[in-house]
């Protein structure tokens, strides 16, 4: 029997858009049948969080990507849209599939579309395997002593190390042989991603590189000039020193098993605190995968008390950047500018709306959903209950970042902040972090009028803490 007379396997694309290190297509090509290679857009099944407008652009070109390296490799690549069980329905009646392979997503909501579809398949007789990738742990696998889940990054990253057994990443198939007929499905740009008007996505296209393609490069440049210089230099916004690896992470572009093999392989020192943060990543999901309300409800129910603000108006300016704190406003328009944030900032960012505003995490987590190219189901909700001291292994709520001392700290030339921030980028360094303090003579020469070119300081901190550290205390009694 003819290859292309075998029944083909199905193999499903979702958040793993890349051929290196795919258990799924691996196992596919070499099963020896024809393989289906199928993305699909299930923006219709019920509980799964709708994708945020950024994370939309980059799903565009980074399926672009995917579609180009399979063609070369032998296989087209499907596109569909609608819900995941229905997609997968039409596509084993059109080519005749006997099998359905997938790496596993770890977001429950996901996660149970899944486990639907593989009780379904098997159910009418066909196959259905899921495999790793995503994590280099199994959530459901990786337990404390007394059996549950871990809730403290420490002993979860120590657990790690000991339990978990980082494989080597699966060899990219040379060859695929992909099916070559016919699904009925939609062109790229029916699945209508990008943003046409207005068209905002000038910054992500000058910044980034989706795709596995800019994935392994971005690895490379990151080991070759700054992991060595990682852990030194990483809380510093104005001197890219981190990787910036995580719209590809976060889209599955990479592993983090290819990750740790480079890491492996060069030999490098500062090897060890990158990992943690890539262990990060990994405690992130551990936590949605067992609390899958992660991005809306609070991890301690004891700040369900909470008394937020409901100030939607402060909320636009911070998010607009005008907040009139110069580290903070930097930080808001480089997410809009290039849909990405450094992390000092992203702390910073977030602990001035929860703590000097007083607005609720869950405004800050949606607004980050929708701008973020890295946006993540499990990184971002996660994080942004730590910051707000609600969620598990959280900062102390006597932490409250001051943004002009943190901006002097990790900022201390004003770099970043004349980045993103041109109106006052003329201020000497010494006013860049706090422009009220300037002198009128100084800032008349700038050209800068306070509350005009530039806006007034929204809160005063010092007052600000002080509201805060009340409401704060007065949950814990
Ligand atoms: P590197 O420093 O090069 O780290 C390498 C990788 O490790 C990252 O790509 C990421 O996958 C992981 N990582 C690093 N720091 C963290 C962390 N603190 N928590 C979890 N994983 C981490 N990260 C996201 O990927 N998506 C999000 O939606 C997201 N939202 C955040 C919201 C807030 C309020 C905060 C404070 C942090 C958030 N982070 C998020 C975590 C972190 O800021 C980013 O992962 C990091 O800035 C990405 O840049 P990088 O790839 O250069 O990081």
Known sequence: MSRQAQAPTIVLFRRDLRIGDNAALAAAADRGAPVVALYILDETTKGLRAMGAASRWWLHHSLAALGDLLRKAGANLFLAHGRTEDAVAKAIDASGANCVFWNRRYDPSEAGVDARLKAALREKGLTALSFDGAL????????????????????????????????????TPGQIDGWRGELGGLRLDELDLLPSKPDWAYGLRETWTP?????????????????????????????????????????????????????????????????????????????????????????????????????????????????????????????????????????????????????????????????????????????????????????????????????????PHGDYVRQHVPEISALPDRYIHRPWEAPAAVLKDKGIVLGKTYPNPIVDHGAARERALIVYQSLKD
């Open 136 to 171: 280099l742990h199994e959530p459901s696998l990786l337990k404390t002593g007394s059996g549950g889940f871990y809730k403290v990054y420490t002993p979860f990253w120590k657990a790690m190390a000991y339990k978990v057994d980082v494989r080597d990443p699966i060899d």
């Open 211 to 411: 795709g596995e393609k800019g994935a392994q490069a971005r690895l490379g440049q990151f080991i070759e000039h700054d992991l060595a210089n990682y852990e030194r230099q990483r809380d510093y916004p104005g001197q890219p020193s981190t990787s910036r690896l995580s719209p590809h992470l976060t889209f599955g572009e990479i592993t983090p098993f290819q990750i740790f093999a480079a890491l492996r392989r060069s030999k490098s020192s500062g090897t060890s605190k990158f990992r943690a943060e890539i262990g990060w990543r990994e405690f992130s999901y551990h936590m949605l995968f067992h609390n899958p309300d992660l991005s809306v409800r609070n991890f301690r129910p004891e700040f369900d008390a909470m008394s937020w603000r409901d100030d939607m108006r402060a909320l636009r300016t911070w998010q607009r950047g005008l907040t009139g704190y110069p580290i903070v406003d930097a930080g808001m328009r480089e997410l809009w500018r290039t849909g990405w944030m450094h992390n000092r900032v992203r702390m910073i960012v977030a602990s001035f709306l929860i703590k000097d505003l007083m607005i609720d995490w869950r405004h800050g987590e949606k607004w980050f959903w929708d701008t973020l190219v890295d946006a993540d189901a499990a990184n971002n909700p996660a994080s942004w209950q730590w910051v707000a001291g609600s969620g598990a292994d959280a900062a102390p709520y006597f932490r409250i970042f001051n943004p002009v001392l943190q901006g002097e700290k990790f900022d």
